[in-house]
Structure formats: C-alpha cells, structure tokens
T-cell receptor, first 113, second 114 residues
C-alpha cells in the first residue's frame, strides 16, 4: 500500500534553533517528493520539489534531502523564526503528473520566543 | 498575478443537501486539482482536471464530482451530504500538471455539515 509517514507528529523549538523533520514513504513507482508549509487557516505553500535523481534542494532556510534508496526524506530548518510555526507536509507522487498525490499527515512545528 | 481563489470561504449545510464549490486557478494554469483536508485523515486527493477533462481521480464515492470549464475554472459538487463530509476543501492549480510543476493552493472552502 502506498503510504507516506512523517515524524515527529509535533515539535516545539526555541526561536533561532535548527530542526529536522522526517518523511518515510513506500510509494512505488516514485516520481517526485514535495514539501509544503501550511499556515493555520491557509492553503499549503510549496517549499521544494525533488525527483528521484535529486538528493538535496534548498529554499532559503529550508533544505530538503532525499534518499531514494531508503525512501526517506528530511526537511531541515535553519535558524528558526516565529513565522516558521506551521504544519509541514510531505507529499509523494507515484505517477507522471500531479494526479493521485499521496500526502503525509504532517508535522506541526511551533517556534517559541 | 492573482492567486488561486475559492468561493465561498465558509459554508454550512445540513445532511442530505448538496453543495457546489468553485475554484478559479491562476491565469494561464490549465490543471486544477481538488483535495479534502480533515484533522483525522489529513489531505486526500479528490480529482484533477486538465483541459476540461478529468485526468485523475482519488478514492472517493461518486457523490463527489467535478467539472472544469473552458477558462480552466473548476467546480466541485458533493451530493447527499454526510456529517463526515465536513472538511476544508482545497483546490490547487499548476501550469499543465507535470511532475515538476509547482502547485499553488487556494485558501480553501470550510464546509460544515450539520
């Protein structure tokens, strides 16, 4: 069964600290993996998209890594800010277009001053 | 460039009624996808439309349907509403829905079924 699992479910860190969110998937065949940030009450915003041939991609203070062999991805947030407080969702596509994306349950991050 | 817009933003219905949600994609985007988001299930894919044709469909009952117009605007219809249909319904648009296309989400429509 195609699944995407994220850990931890929730996380609280102090402003300025770094953190890493994990995503494990069993989707096959694999086309790409996306990380989204969703603020409360708003739609998700794309952070990164990686295909199987890419193993790292950055977007400002966000760096995503992908290990297609172990089917694991991580999202590293550097020097966290209060505005990073959000839900981070890992999404895997097993087909050639945006159809049938498989979503993880998300990690809720709270950054405290 | 205007973002993805969804109307209405909030909706309250009773069981057995039907509802139609609307999504206007970013200008030039031809792929529109719909998702249901609930606290228990997270985000789940409903269907994707491209050039007025449903290209992909998730695992939802036939009560959930949609369509896309020639201007790429899309509507989603849910008939015979059930309590479990209460959710945030999100639509997302992308250029042509290819694997490397960035999807842009709208703010969602919050549907409450009483």
């Amino acid at each position: 069964k195609n699944q995407v699992e994220q850990s931890p479910q929730s996380l609280i860190i102090l402003e300025g600290k770094n953190c890493t969110l994990q995503c494990n998937y069993t989707v096959s065949p694999f086309s790409n993996l996306r990380w989204y940030k969703q603020d409360t009450g708003r739609g998700p915003v794309s952070l990164t998209i990686m295909t199987f041939s890419e193993n790292t991609k950055s977007n400002g203070r966000y760096t995503a890594t992908l290990d297609a062999d172990t089917k694991q991805s991580s999202l590293h947030i550097t020097a966290s800010q209060l505005s990073d407080s959000a839900s981070y969702i890992c999404v895997v596509s097993g087909s050639g277009n945006t159809g049938k994306l498989i979503f993880g349950q998300g990690t809720t991050l709270q950054v405290k001053p | 460039k205007a973002g993805v817009t969804q109307t209405p933003r909030y909706l309250i219905k009773t069981r057995g009624q039907q509802v139609t949600l609307s999504c206007s994609p970013i200008s030039g985007h031809r792929s529109v996808s719909w998702y249901q988001q609930t606290p228990g299930q997270g985000l789940q894919f409903l269907f994707e439309y491209f050039s007025e044709t449903q290209r992909n469909k998730g695992n939802f009952p036939g009560r959930f349907s949609g369509r896309q117009f020639s201007n790429s605007r899309s509507e989603m219809n849910v008939s015979t509403l059930e309590l479990g249909d209460s959710a945030l319904y999100l639509c997302a648009s992308s250029l042509v829905g290819q694997i490397t296309d960035t999807q842009y989400f709208g703010p969602g429509t919050r549907l409450t079924v009483l």
